[in-house]
């Protein structure tokens, strides 16, 4: 179902004007009205004026998450105070965290867009969506909810934590979807596997995993021990939150960005330099609708690729494929880089191992060590010692092989490592290189 049919399925050409058109007003609102995009533009030499095409684009000057923590927190507004009816914030994931405001137009707009994805997942008036997403500040709880709310969905505002609770009101509210993180997924499966709930007798047939990076074997896992699609939604609260981009269930690969409000890039996130659709950089985002907070290219660190060949599906938004890594999750162990979803990976399409993980780095005189602490399953944990030892070794060679990296590998007893009910804390690095 589209949710807006006519700009789901805008010709090209016809977006590309529309985008052109919102691109020179954005630029000319922020000149206008931000003191720091004025100074920014200034530097390089641009006016909005110069800007006669898309390509044009390039000539501006980036956005980073740190000049909003230098600008906290209103100093990157473009309207006056009276215009803000509400403000939230990311979760500082990375540090400090950063607040934006958003216009009432900027909340149904998001509320659309959420909606947009949310419907091309399949989701309509006949559903009931729990949303185990932190509500507040973060974005994913009410992102999520006000897709739901669009498309008439019957909404349980479930919130994080409380997880046995929650399982329970799964069974009871009979809800067919499930909106949250995918490590929180897990953890619900899990309590519900203890509560003797099992996930797959329940109605509940789609899941909405997004704000943390996740793999596609583990999509595979999750899809086979829920029972459900498991489909992938991403966001940022600093472009809007939730629903940014996401998978149509058509294709199941990629996900759509909806174009007529966001203009996505990918940058070599040394260089700085554009790459071309299909290549993996760091994916800047310019918001060209955004009246609250608009953001010029702005910088995700968020690592993907472009997709712009046709979707089976009809939209003709391009899509951005799952989420690689963010550079600054990057791990540089002995100056290999590994990113953890590489290693989630591995772990996954091993057989016995649960998909609870972390990895621990210390430095051990002057050399840096990587451990894996990953969960086995509780039939394998029953089973004989000497099986464990040759999936340790084989783990240790499968990483080395693939990654270049030597690890130290050691499997944990079920339950034994910490469960989260938002974002996942996979790493855990004690090497103090600040
Ligand atoms: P932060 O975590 O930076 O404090 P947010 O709470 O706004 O801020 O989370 C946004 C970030 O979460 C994104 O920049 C991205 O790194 C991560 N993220 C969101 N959705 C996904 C997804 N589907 N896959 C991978 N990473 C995601
Ligand atoms: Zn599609």
């Known amino acids: 179902m589209l949710i807006n049919p006519k700009m789901e399925t805008l010709p090209r050409d016809e977006l590309e004007s529309l985008q052109l058109r919102r691109l020179q007003n ?23 004026d110069d800007i006669h095409s898309l390509d044009d684009l390039k000539r501006l000057p980036f956005t980073e998450k740190q000049d909003l923590r230098d600008n906290f927190p209103f100093g990157l507004c473009a309207v006056p105070r009276e215009h803000i009816t509400r403000v939230q914030a990311s979760s500082g994931t990375t540090g400090k965290a950063v607040a934006l405001s958003y216009t009432q137009r900027d909340l149904d707009n998001w509320k659309e867009c959420a909606a947009r994805g949310m419907a091309s997942c399949g989701i309509t008036r006949q559903d009931t969506v729990h949303v185990a997403y932190g509500y507040g500040l973060f974005t994913g709880g009410l992102g999520m909810h006000g897709g739901a709310d669009y498309i008439g969905a019957m909404v349980v505002p479930a919130s994080g934590g409380a997880t046995r609770r929650q399982v329970h009101l799964l069974q009871d509210f009979g809800s067919t979807v499930l909106c949250c ?23 509940l047939r789609l899941g909405i995993f997004g704000a943390e990076p996740w793999s596609e074997a583990m999509r595979r896992e999750m899809e086979e021990k829920l ?17 940014v981009a996401m998978e149509c269930i058509h294709a199941k690969q990629g996900l759509h960005l909806w174009e007529d409000h966001f203009i996505p890039e990918i940058i070599d996130p ?5 790459l071309p659709a299909g290549e993996q950089g760091e994916l800047v985002i310019t918001t060209i609708t955004k009246e609250g907070v608009p953001l010029i290219r702005y910088r995700t660190r968020d690592l993907t690729s472009i997709d712009d060949t046709p979707c089976s599906c009809g939209r ?24 953890p979803q590489q290693i989630e990976e591995i772990l996954m399409s091993s057989k016995g191992l649960s998909p609870n993980y972390q990895l621990i780095i210390e430095r051990e005189k002057d050399l840096d060590t990587l451990e894996v ?27 080395k092989e693939y990654l270049g990296v030597t690890t130290r590998i050691r499997l944990m007893e079920p339950n034994s490592l910490e469960r989260f009910s938002g974002k996942a804390q996979r790493v855990i690095d004690k090497r103090n290189l600040a």
């Open 26 to 48: 954005v630029c000319a609102r922020v000149y206008a009205n931000v003191p720091f995009y004025r100074k920014r533009f200034d530097e390089v030499g641009i006016k909005p």
């Open 227 to 243: 029972g459900i699609d498991a489909m992938n939604v991403y966001g940022l609260s600093e472009i809007m939150g939730p629903g």
């Open 373 to 399: 602490r990953v969960e086995v399953n509780s039939d394998l944990f029953a089973d004989e010692v000497r099986r464990i030892q040759d999936l340790e070794k084989n783990l240790q060679k499968t990483i």
């Open 316 to 339: 003709t938004h391009v899509r951005i494929t799952r989420i690689a890594g963010r550079t600054d999750d990057m791990l540089i162990i002995r100056g290999v880089n590994v990113f």
């Open 181 to 203: 993180t995918p490590s929180f997924a897990m953890h619900l499966y899990e309590v519900g596997m203890e509560e003797g709930i099992d996930f797959k007798e329940l109605p």
């Open 270 to 274: 040394v260089t700085g330099e554009n």
